[in-house]
């Protein structure tokens, strides 16, 4: 049924397809037909961070990024959802076009650059939906904040997500703003990390209700890099660490004629640039913090590579593009 919608979703530019899909998906919802393909999938339930995940195959951040889609989303099967990336003041992203398909290699390379809404409208967006399960916010900072001032948009959007997110994503690792990933490194990550550590604390003690953040890091830093920043992870005692991002390598799309376009590169030709970090992480980490894997699971099989070299939960995003959603079962019978 999937490669029937596919065809002709395909035969659209990325952008307007996803638009499509997405406002057919809403109006599938509202005659009750997602109730009709949404299968009860068998996958243990798991708790990770003090969270119970239903299962644990989530959506990764960008494909919701204005939080309005939650509902119908939810139904798909995921064991939770992650929105944004959301930015303090809204934002329209990089000129069109800015998002390629290399089909042949089950690929995408976007430059979207966080167009959204901004963070008071989606949280108005979260409070508006049913969703009773594991919500993400994912948030960054606006293109035209300078790098010295990023900590203030990641604190302003960190307090303003806090009571309605079940844990927080600090993106630091889109190719798309200039200077983000910066803020990886050194006494950038440091300070980062610090601050947001401290106002956990802060609003843990005002609200008695703890909520785990995470970074989401680039499958593009050196074993240096990785290094300095597992340190810092458990310095700070951080919830968690998704891994990754998308790549700016080309090295697994050299034939592709889109392999120039700039942006990050998801999908298939991620899988091994990520599955490289997830397992530096699993070994520097020392088990003390947990992982979140994604980039390039395309089939149960990758899902299953990715918990065995230790994910504790996975996200998808291309795979649902290029395999629809029955890949959310598969990856729940290849992982219990
Ligand atoms: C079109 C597109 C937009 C994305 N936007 C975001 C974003 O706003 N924030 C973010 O953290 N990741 C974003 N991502 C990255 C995904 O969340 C994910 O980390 C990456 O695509 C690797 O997973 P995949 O191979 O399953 O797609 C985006 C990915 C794509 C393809």
Avoid: W
């Amino acid at each position: 049924m999937y490669n029937i919608i596919k065809f002709f979703l395909f035969l659209f530019n990325p952008e307007f397809a996803h638009h499509l899909a997405m406002k057919s998906l809403k109006i599938a919802d509202f005659l009750g037909l997602l109730g009709l393909i949404s299968k009860k999938n068998d996958c243990k339930p798991r708790s990770v961070m003090g969270l119970k995940f239903s299962n644990p195959v989530g959506l990764a951040a960008g494909l919701d990024k204005n939080a309005e889609y939650i509902d119908c989303l939810s139904k798909l099967g995921f064991g939770f959802i992650e929105v944004g990336t959301v930015t303090p003041r809204p934002q329209p992203g990089n000129p069109k076009p800015r998002s390629f398909r290399l089909t042949k290699q089950e690929g995408i390379i976007n430059r979207f650059g966080f167009n959204n809404d901004g963070i008071d409208q989606v949280i108005e967006n979260i409070r508006k939906s049913k969703f009773k399960g594991i919500l993400g916010v994912n948030i960054g900072k606006n293109y035209d904040t300078p790098n010295d001032k990023a900590v203030d948009d990641y604190l302003l959007c960190f307090r303003k997500s806090y009571l309605i997110a079940s844990y927080i994503t600090l993106n630091v690792s889109s190719p798309n703003t200039k200077g983000l990933r910066k803020l990886q490194e050194g006494k950038s990550l440091d300070k980062l990390l610090k601050v947001i550590k401290r106002e956990q604390k802060i609003l843990y003690k005002k609200y008695n209700k703890y909520v785990p953040f995470l970074l989401k890091i680039s499958p593009d830093n050196t074993n240096a890099q990785l290094s300095f920043m597992c340190k810092l992870l458990i310095k700070y005692e951080i919830d968690g660490v998704i891994a990754t991002n998308t790549t700016l390598s080309r090295s697994e799309v050299v034939k592709s004629k889109s392999r120039n376009e700039l942006g990050g590169l998801s999908g298939r030709p991620l899988r091994l640039g990520s599955l490289k970090t997830l397992k530096f992480l699993k070994l520097n980490l020392k088990g003390k913090i947990p992982i979140i894997g994604v980039g390039g699971v395309m089939s149960g099989a990758d899902g299953k590579e990715k918990i065995d070299n230790g994910a504790d939960l996975i996200q998808i995003y291309s795979g649902l593009i290029f395999k629809g959603h029955r890949l959310i079962d598969e990856l729940c019978r290849a992982i219990k």
